[in-house]
């Protein structure tokens, strides 16, 4: 399944930091739903759900840092600082926070 709305993005960004979080993974890709591992969600290159939305980063469903326009690899990111965290105990922590964020994108876009 290819995700194609913003609402359907944020859900799926959901349910993947919300099992990072549980796990304290630090593979995206890892990820059950996705089709390389068996799942329903078609890979994408970054193994993000919202990424593949057509649109520019600008444009991205998930207000980083409460701004709309700085990029998930902003240096105030929660992603960036999950990206560089060492620790599963780390890993978690910061992938309930962007797991906080598709959420409130997904409440945003009317889910």
């Known amino acids: 399944m290819k995700i194609e709305t913003r609402l359907d993005g944020a859900l799926w960004c959901f349910d993947l930091w919300i099992w990072m979080a549980i796990t304290g993974s630090s593979n995206k890709y890892e990820f059950p739903h996705w089709d390389i591992n068996g799942g329903e969600l078609e890979s994408t290159i970054v193994f993000c759900p919202v990424c593949d ?5 600008e444009d991205c469903v998930i ?33 309930l926070k962007i797991a906080e964020l598709a959420l409130d994108a997904a409440i945003r876009e009317g889910g």
């Open 63 to 95: 207000k980083w840092d409460g701004d709309k326009y700085i990029h998930c690899t902003n240096s105030n990111s929660p992603y960036l600082k999950w990206s560089r965290a060492i620790s599963d105990k780390e890993h978690s922590r910061l992938a």
């Open 53 to 57: 939305i057509p649109g520019k980063c």
